[in-house]
């Protein structure tokens, strides 16, 4: 969360960012507009990746502040290309309804969310994976994360709804595990900045993932390949997540390649601005997929639907396997096959 104490005007953030080029002055005063509450031209260019959450090296969120203004002032190409889906979102929160589902499982399994998405955004098979077997599921609008709605112009969701959909979470009186990272950086992240009460145990999916591999290492085929990673944006609110990926790489014999687009360096997948400004997107994809060819990559991991859905035609264009982190770990059980080329 945007915190203006923290912030000593050096324009690091902005200097950094990929999307414009301003000098420290520039990027200062850029900065200096945005607390005065004045539009500015970084609200046009912020693309929402986040990365400057991380270039800041004062902890102070300055992409919390453009995301902030960008739906209060109402500019930039995403706040106002997405504002009629936001006006539905709030509409069906604020009404409850909306499109969700619960599928009650064994009642010592815990709960898995499927945050706002379809079943099919996710690889064919997931559900029926002894991974997943048993869990009750739930999805849809109901159990929106709405952290993710910053790409939208939709800041304040968090703010205003995030309780309600804890609460939703919690009536399932369960264990919840977050297959979407932006469900967890809502009860882990965005909860303590915004005052939200969490009343339950969660678990990130990397956490499940690793604790399930290492419950059940003798029926491990070590796959003994070399991937690049695709983060989605959430990472940026939360490194630690990059560890337990780490662990489950070890545990199924899994080398992360090393890219120049890695860590705080990583590409936003594009997704934000694949509806704005389409050369850009096709510009952001073009260098990641080369740069994972670069690294001698077999294949590209993802974590996040929208970053899957959003790499589908690069990752063919350029004859490269995209592999689900789920499907990784399913490869590794034995329960499907490593991709054809
Ligand atoms: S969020 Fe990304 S695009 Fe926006 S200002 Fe920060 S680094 Fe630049
Ligand atoms: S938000 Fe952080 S990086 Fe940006 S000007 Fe302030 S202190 Fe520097």
Redesign the pocket.
Known sequence: MWDAS?????????VKCRNVDYDKER??SE?KLLIEGKTADILDSCITCNA?VD????G???AN?IVMMQEKTMTGPIAINYKSIVDILVQGLEDDIGDSELLEGAPDKPVLSFDSFHFNQFPEGTLDSKLFKGMTVARGNKYMSLVGAVHMGGESLARKYGQKVIDRLAKLGKDIVYLHNEGYTLAHVKAKELDINVPFKYLHLFEYLRDYLKSNESEITKLNRKVAYQPNCAVRWFHKQDDWLDEIFELIGVKRASREYEGVNALCCSAPVILTDKELAMEIQKNNMEDIIDSGAEALVTICPVCDAVLRRPTTQFNLNKIFITDLCRMALGEIPWPES
């Open positions: 923290k912030c000593d005007f050096c324009g690091d953030c902005l990027a200062a900065i400057c270039y800041c090296p004062t102070a969120d300055p502040l």
